[in-house]
């Protein structure tokens, strides 16, 4: 938290004047950090006079006044609406890129994370689950929980018959992976977007849409099919009621083990 009764430059200060810095590098470096968060003409400002997203750049610009290697930021963008929050995840990113330093941004907000990770550090209960880029992760989930955690999916029990081939929702799926042996029971991952609707003569599953929600850049579209329910992204909307086939190709479709017991497929 800012300290209310300084202004701006009193706030960034601080720690350089804890640290009894000479007066003309302490003017040098605070006049640095407002140039760096924008807020170049707002150093004698009383905070309480600025907006959250301002404050927020204090904050971060009095942190990094006294060049730390690692900067910890514990969730610093939770009490934004969502437009400053995403102007701030973009500022930030922008940040850490020109001063070269580490951030390690603690989040809850699988978008949050997925935007502004070089890495991501997937956690619960203090354990680590994984470790990747933000695309290894989305795209190769090692465990249900992080499956579930970073983006949207389908998690649907299934049998994994022989190498290549997986039994799930009452289909025979082709699929890419190997190792599982004969006859195991698996989890299987299948995402919104990997979801193909097709005429129902054309699809591996026939289903039934029972709702649609129209949000921006696609449409999501809840299926029954199989005896399960699908999550669905699509450019293209079919209306409630209407009989879908749905395809989904090989390498789409993950396989992991599975995290609690299941009832027989």
């Known amino acids: 938290a800012l300290f209310p009764h300084l202004n701006v430059f009193e706030n960034i200060a601080f720690g350089l004047k804890v640290a009894k810095r000479p007066k003309d590098e302490i003017e040098e470096r605070v006049q640095t950090m407002l140039n760096l968060v924008n807020l170049s003409n707002f150093g004698k400002r009383g905070v309480e006079s600025l907006s959250g997203g301002q404050q927020q750049r204090v904050a971060i610009a009095r942190a990094l006044v006294n060049e730390p290697e690692v900067l910890l930021l514990d969730e610093p963008l939770g009490?934004?609406?969502?437009?400053?929050?995403?102007?701030m995840q973009l500022e930030l990113k922008r940040m850490q890129q020109r001063l070269g330093i580490t951030f390690v941004f603690v989040t809850h907000d699988q978008e949050e994370a997925l935007t502004m990770s070089d890495t991501i550090v997937v956690m619960?209960?203090?354990?680590?689950?994984?470790?990747?880029?933000?695309?290894?992760?989305?795209d190769e989930p090692k465990s249900a929980f992080v499956a579930d955690f970073i983006g949207e999916t389908n998690m649907f029990p299934g049998?994994?018959?022989?190498?290549?081939?997986?039994?799930?929702?009452?289909?025979?799926?082709p699929c890419v992976d190997v190792g599982f042996g004969s006859n195991a029971p698996v989890d299987v991952l299948i995402r919104p977007e990997d979801v193909v609707l097709t005429d129902e003569e054309?699809?591996?599953?026939?289903?039934?849409?029972?709702?649609?929600l129209f949000k921006g850049v696609h449409y999501e579209m809840i299926i029954d099919a199989g005896g399960q329910t699908w999550k669905v992204h699509s450019t293209t909307m079919q209306p409630e009621g209407s009989r879908v086939g749905l395809q989904?190709?090989?390498?789409?479709?993950?396989?992991?083990h599975p995290m609690l017991e299941r009832t027989p497929v």
Do not use: W
């Open 248 to 256: 989904v190709v090989p390498f789409n479709i993950h396989i992991m």
């Open 79 to 87: 009490a934004l609406d969502v437009k400053l929050r995403k102007d």
């Open 124 to 138: 619960k209960d203090g354990l680590i689950q994984q470790i990747g880029t933000p695309k290894h992760i989305y």
């Open 159 to 173: 049998i994994m018959k022989e190498d290549e081939l997986v039994y799930f929702c009452g289909v025979d799926f």
């Open 202 to 212: 054309l699809g591996q599953l026939v289903g039934t849409v029972k709702s649609v």
